[in-house]
């Protein structure tokens, strides 16, 4: 029984304790970085949706709408080449990274850089399919994958914060 209560205590830490459902504004609005001036600016979007979580800078997931289409995006902001959505948890059903990483790799969806470093070591990439919906999520950058290993920052990477301040981001299982 204890084994029983043991399972399923785990399984709610990591589904669902968490995680909280966050508003735009407390995580920055929706941002693309720009192609002229390479910082992020605030987009319009509508019927945001997401959680977040302190426990891991990588935990985060958002799903909106954008009134713009891809085209016009892709001419004013930065794409994202290496985009790989993580997997949500089952219960916030609005993000199906089966489903974007499928329209990415078809090219039907264009991922863009929402903020490069938003965490040392972490961007946010903006998924935007074809009928506007858009999908957001953080993703360990080349930097951060060379310092959470352990090793020095690369020369073409901003220098890291000391190893008291540096939250190591590592995915888990499932994320």
Known sequence: MSA???????????????YEEVSAPQVGNVQLTSLITGEPEEIMFENFKAIDS????????????????????????LTYEAAEPNHAPDWFDCFDAAEIGAFLETGDAIAFLGQENIKYGIDRIVAVMPD???????????????????????????TPPDASQLETALPEEGN
Do not use: K
């Not at 302190?54 to 902001?77: G, H």
């Not at 506007?132 to 901003?158: L, M």
């Open 4 to 18: 029983v209560f043991a399972g399923v205590f785990l399984y709610y830490l990591q589904v669902y304790a968490y």
């Open 54 to 77: 302190d426990s891991s800078p990588i935990r985060y997931r958002a799903c909106f709408d954008i009134p713009m289409s891809q085209a016009a995006l892709t001419e004013e902001f």
């Open 132 to 158: 506007g919906r858009a999908f957001s999520w953080h993703q360990i950058n080349t930097c951060g994958e060379v310092v959470f290993d352990g090793q020095p920052a690369p020369e073409n990477c901003p």
